[in-house]
């Protein structure tokens, strides 16, 4: 069990870092829906399609289980939560492991 533990640590930064991801992804979308920022930039090009890329093939199989709500896309909050779900699992893993419960 001494391995598991740093095994469980790595992965929830990991789940964090992708949080960010994909929350820096909807505020990209966002700016880039209401003009503040143009996609013919370089810089934003890249970003938005370094975003996409990371977050598209876990965002792809909620929307197809997510009814149409016209023009709001609430997949991005459904894997927000399932991500709070797994930091929250690996959290009482670890504290199980450290109380000798595992």
Do not use: C, K
């Amino acid at each position: 069990m001494v391995v598991l533990d740093p095994v469980l640590a790595v992965l929830s930064v990991a789940l964090n870092l992708y949080m960010y991801v994909v929350i820096a992804s909807v505020i990209l979308s966002w700016l880039v829906q209401f003009n503040v920022i143009n996609t013919h930039n370089q810089f934003v090009s890249m970003i938005g399609e370094f975003t996409w890329r990371a977050t598209e093939p876990a965002l792809r199989p909620i929307r197809r289980f997510i009814p149409n709500l016209g023009g709001l896309d609430i997949s991005p909050i459904v894997l927000l939560l399932g991500i709070f779900f797994l930091q929250q699992l690996i959290l009482n893993i670890r504290i199980s492991l450290r109380a000798g419960g595992l």
